[in-house]
């Protein structure tokens, strides 16, 4: 069995990079559907025996109530910033568990239970640090390792060679894994853009359910076409609501 972590920052500031695209109250209910989607798919999984949320955001509790999972309010850890948070969160999950965590983001939209498994096939194969990485291969997005392979975390800019060099020099093994479903982080424009190409791997997803409005999919379709050399995805996408 194993056991997930999702850390989860206060929604009402959740997503500010997108703030030239969605409004405020938009921005926290994206935030919240991909968290959602998240937590629907680890509560899924036949092989997660608990999934604790860390947040301090006003509905957290009544989130993880919707998927039966346990939350812990960030403020209860002692520490503040994310890496410091995984870090307490995790040492406490582990303490007296040799069971596989897997330590995630909340924006992952199209994460699957599929996608879960495999990352948790891998681990238990190697019992080494298993690397999620983002879609650029360059951050990361979801870390899987027990008690004695519990990383330093360093979720940020260039996470995922800072991860790797940790496991070298600790000689631990390591493995990057990248599947849509743990690659597709939402940041930024283009992020939402590429979200918008693979909707349909995930058409019942709360997130595609946010983004489904006709609304404000000719307003994001306006909008992101400005950012892109190439929008015929993007009108395609627009007019198939109309």
């Known amino acids: 069995m194993a056991q997930a972590l999702v850390p989860l920052k206060d929604l009402v500031r959740a997503k500010t990079r997108l703030a030239g695209i969605l409004d405020a109250s938009e921005r926290r209910a994206l935030a919240q559907a991909m968290a959602e989607d998240v937590l629907s798919a680890l509560a899924r999984h036949p092989g997660l025996s608990t999934v604790t949320l860390v947040s301090d955001d006003p509905g957290a509790h009544l989130l993880a109530g919707e998927y039966d999972i346990r939350c ?77 392979c519990m990383p330093h975390f360093q979720f940020g800019e260039g996470s995922c060679e800072k991860h790797r060099i940790w496991a070298a020099q600790e000689h631990v093994t390591v493995d990057v894994i990248s599947r849509l479903g743990i690659a ?10 590429f979200l918008y190409a693979h909707l349909v791997a995930a058409p019942k997803s709360k997130t595609a359910e946010f983004l489904s409005g006709e609304d404000l999919v000719a307003r994001l379709a306006l909008a992101l076409a400005s950012l892109s050399t190439d929008n015929a995805l993007l009108v395609e996408v627009a007019g198939s609501h109309e």
């Open 72 to 148: 812990w309010p960030e403020r209860d850890l002692g520490c503040k910033g994310l890496n410091p948070v995984i870090a307490a969160a995790s040492q406490r999950l582990l303490q007296d568990s040799d069971e596989t965590l897997l330590v995630l983001h909340g924006d992952l939209p199209l994460l699957t239970v599929e996608d879960v498994s495999a990352v948790l096939e891998l681990q238990q194969q190697t019992n080494g640090l298993v690397i999620g990485t983002d879609r650029r291969k360059e951050g990361t997005n979801l870390l899987a390792f027990d008690r004695h």
């Open 184 to 193: 597709l982080d939402i940041d930024d424009a283009k992020d939402l853009e």
